[in-house]
């Protein structure tokens, strides 16, 4: 067993993994996964620059980590940032302070890359499914983009477009420096106008419709399952590989997106940072639902963090 650390810092949050791997098998065993809501990428759509006060939140979370992964013990470790990092004027800034921190510098990967790391992470366990077709559809919700990786056991095709919850909510959803509360009809068509335009980008070089099988990562797709389910709290163990339907997805979208904060906090499963962004993300899903002809979303809690692990163990090798 190879013990790895794997970090994936996105524009919503930062996600830790400590797993051992098997490096024969690919079998991964979880020690410890925790995740953080650090808005990394908060005002990065309007700015072209990190926040101080993101860039503060995200060190105090990696050194959080950082005592973690030196109480487990890991051999390596590899961190990975995404579409907020990518896109800032200042992230130099952010990779000095990951570096100081945690010893090792962000590896600030294009969209290609995390979408085969999501693939990786996603499908690995659902190869060998009876019940499940080929070819899979791997669609990564993050904050500032969205990936979709087509593949049977290798990804034939990828695409990353710049459409997250958070990304869609600060363009479409803010009045006045807060979140409208609800949204306007207006709003809601702008923004499902931007995401469709997106999806017709991303066709043109992923054959979207050609999969059997829709596998949904990341935060909004999961929070999506959980209300599905109404769960009590959030419960990884009840959302993996739970199955939602369009219809529920469609239900639940139109009720998020015209909710109240209040209303949206209430909700048990829902973590407190995603409270005002969810809309946005279970509106991402639906459409793609609507677009592919999807009839059920299989909600997959690994992602591309466990793709960046068995990554990390297989450089060990």
Same mark, same amino acid.
């Given at each position: 067993m190879t013990r790895v650390a794997a970090v994936d810092c996105g524009t919503n949050s930062i996600r830790l993994?400590?797993?051992d791997v098997e490096p024969a098998t690919g079998e991964l065993a979880e020690l410890d996964r925790r995740m953080t809501i650090v808005r990394l990428g908060q005002g990065v759509d309007r700015t072209g620059?990190?926040?101080p006060e993101a860039l503060?939140?995200?060190?105090?979370?990696?050194?959080?980590?950082?005592?973690? =992964?030196?109480? @487990? %013990?890991?051999?390596?470790? #590899?961190?990975?940032?995404?579409?907020?990092?990518? *896109?800032?004027e200042n992230?130099?800034?952010?990779?000095?302070?990951?570096?100081? =921190?945690?010893?090792?510098?962000?590896?600030? =990967?294009? %969209? *290609?890359?995390?979408?085969?790391?999501?693939?990786?992470?996603?499908?690995?366990?659902?190869?060998?499914?009876?019940?499940?077709?080929?070819?899979?559809?791997?669609? *990564?919700?993050? %904050?500032?983009?969205?990936?979709?990786?087509?593949?049977?056991?290798h990804v034939r095709a990828a695409r990353s477009v710049d459409v997250g919850c958070v990304r869609m909510t600060e363009r479409h959803l803010v009045r006045d420096g807060a979140v409208t509360d609800p949204p306007s009809e207006e709003q809601i068509a702008a923004m499902r106008a931007d995401i469709e335009a997106a999806l017709d980008r991303a066709e043109e070089t992923v054959p979207l419709r050609e999969a059997h099988?829709?596998?949904?990562?990341?935060?909004?797709?999961?929070?999506?399952?959980? =209300?599905?389910?109404?769960?009590?709290?959030?419960?990884?163990e009840a959302i993996h590989h739970s199955r939602v339907s369009r219809d529920r997805v469609r239900e639940i979208t139109h009720w998020l997106l015209r909710s109240t904060h209040a209303e949206r906090a209430?909700?048990?499963?829902? @973590?407190?940072? #995603?409270? *005002?962004?969810?809309?946005? %993300?279970?509106?991402v899903l639906l459409s793609i639902m609507e677009r592919i002809g999807a009839q059920e979303v299989v909600v997959s809690e690994h992602d591309i963090l466990d793709g960046i692990a068995h990554s990390c163990a297989a450089e060990a090798r």
């Open positions: 993994l400590v797993a620059r990190l926040a503060e939140r995200t060190f105090a979370a990696c050194r959080e980590y950082a005592e973690i =992964i030196k109480e @487990h %013990g890991a051999e390596r470790l #590899r961190f990975v940032a995404t579409s907020a990092s990518r *896109d800032a992230r130099e800034e952010f990779v000095r302070g990951v570096l100081d =921190i945690l010893g090792v510098e962000p590896e600030v =990967i294009t %969209g *290609d890359q995390e979408a085969e790391f999501s693939f990786t992470g996603a499908t690995k366990e659902l190869t060998g499914r009876s019940d499940l077709r080929r070819p899979f559809l791997v669609v *990564d919700i993050g %904050g500032g983009s969205t990936e979709f990786v087509v593949g049977d056991d099988t829709l596998v949904g990562l990341a935060g909004s797709v999961t929070t999506v399952s959980a =209300i599905a389910q109404d769960l009590p709290e959030y419960d990884s209430a909700v048990p499963s829902m @973590h407190p940072g #995603r409270v *005002d962004v969810i809309g946005a %993300g279970a509106l």
